[in-house]
């Protein structure tokens, strides 16, 4: 689920609160619950600490592909001549990590797995500024220590 900002336009994610411009959601309306696919563990560990894997299922992966808009691009150049920092290309990248981590999350969740683990981030961009985004693990079921199925 997203949500769009009323101060800038921007699409955000359900699970930020403030968008990238600084304005906050308007939370006085009740936010339904997550889905369930929400609820999937991602590490970049090869194992987690205080769980312990029942099963090993499958090898999961996501890919984001994001266009980048040349005047966008020429634009939000400008900001980073001054501040160092070009944040039109870090919203892209943290846009694309975004979907592609949620991506691999619903990945995962339909092969049965509650967590995936060694998640690894792969950026790659082709000719002309398009960003490619590939992220990979290994989808796991996990149950606390201690917990018996």
């Known amino acids: 689920m997203t949500w769009k900002c ?3 336009g921007d699409e955000n994610q359900d699970e930020m609160l403030r968008c990238l411009c600084g304005a906050e959601l308007d939370t006085s309306e ?4 997550p889905p ?3 609820n999937v563990i991602l590490t970049t560990a ?3 600490a205080g769980f312990k894997i029942n099963k090993t299922i499958d090898i999961v992966t996501s890919e ?3 266009g980048v808009n040349i005047f966008t691009d020429l634009m939000g150049k400008f900001p980073g001549i001054f501040s160092g920092r070009d944040m039109v290309a870090q919203n892209i990248l943290r846009r694309a990590r975004t979907i592609c981590l949620d991506d691999l999350r ?3 969740y339909t092969v049965g797995a509650n967590a995936v683990i060694a998640v690894d981030l792969d950026y790659s961009e082709f000719t002309g500024g398009v960003l490619f985004l590939v992220a990979n693990g290994t989808a796991v079921e996990v149950v606390e220590e201690g917990i018996t199925t």
């Open 6 to 8: 009323d101060a800038c």
């Open 30 to 33: 009740p936010v339904p619950p």
């Open 36 to 38: 369930p696919w929400k």
């Open 46 to 48: 090869p194992h987690l």
């Open 64 to 66: 984001c592909v994001s």
């Open 106 to 108: 619903k990945e995962a």
